[in-house]
């Protein structure tokens, strides 16, 4: 498994300002990803985040609002950017990592809950 | 577009009884399913299956999966009231491009 770790654990932001979530993993791991979950709903993958290469965005995420970094195997960084009320939601990290049967499992932080006034 | 359908949304039952949430899923290039329970922010990883008809079981849980009618299934034996919780299905797919997605989960109360 893997131990991961977020900061901060929760913040309350003004509108227009961003905010730089951090994830630290107690292992190097190859694929990091970022989620979005909001209020009610279920987790939306945000990006993949692999080291040494630019992030992956899925459908709707762009770099400019979710801009990652990946500087190195265990550590990770998701800047929410120009923030507004919409944007107010549970941000998670997770990696993929083995589990107890040696098979890759994917794993989370204790999340980063956002609140945009 | 890969679709990830939980049902029900919602279950409240009593403490010793059994449960069976449900997961169907459509997605390209299937690799595994995966259940969680979410408490209070981070999911907990219960299972990941890959292969049909193999059962994996973990104290009062178990879970299966039927790649050919694709959907799973989590059992939930003699039911707590510490298993109240959203249970989440996620199905990863793709290749080098792999990735998890997420149904909107069944919200499971247990009372006493």
């Known amino acids: 498994s893997a131990v991961i770790s977020q900061k901060p654990s929760r913040d309350i932001c003004q509108r227009g300002t961003s905010l730089t979530i951090q994830c630290q993993v107690d292992?190097?791991?190859?694929?990091m990803f970022w989620y979005r979950q909001q209020p009610g709903q279920s987790l939306t993958l945000i990006a993949t985040?692999?080291?040494?290469?630019?992030?992956?965005?899925e459908s709707g995420f762009v770099i400019d609002k979710f801009p990652i970094s990946r500087p190195n195997l265990t550590f990770s960084t998701l800047t929410v950017s120009n923030m507004s009320p919409e944007d107010s939601s549970i941000y998670l990290c997770?990696?993929?990592?083995?589990?107890?049967?040696?098979?890759?499992?994917?794993?989370f932080g204790p999340g980063t809950r956002l609140t945009v006034t | 577009e890969d679709k990830v359908v939980q049902s029900p949304l919602s279950l409240v039952v009593h403490e010793g009884d059994t449960v069976t949430l449900n997961c169907s899923y459509e997605v390209t290039n299937f690799r595994s399913l995966l259940w969680y329970k979410q408490e209070k922010k981070a999911p907990t990883f219960l299972f990941m299956l890959?292969?049909?008809?193999i059962e994996k079981k973990s104290g009062r849980l178990s879970s299966i999966l039927d790649k050919k009618e694709l959907f799973s299934i989590l059992n939930i034996t003699a039911t707590q009231t510490g298993d109240s919780a959203i249970y989440l299905c996620?199905?990863?797919?793709?290749?080098?491009?792999?990735?998890?997605?997420f149904g909107k989960g069944t919200l499971l109360t247990v009372n006493p």
């Open positions: 890959t292969s049909s008809g």
């Open positions: 997770s990696v993929d990592a083995p589990g107890l049967a040696g098979a890759y499992e994917q794993y």
């Open positions: 996620a199905v990863g797919s793709g290749g080098s491009n792999y990735k998890l997605t």
């Open positions: 985040a692999n080291q040494g290469s630019e992030a992956t965005y």
């Open positions: 292992s190097q791991v190859t694929m």
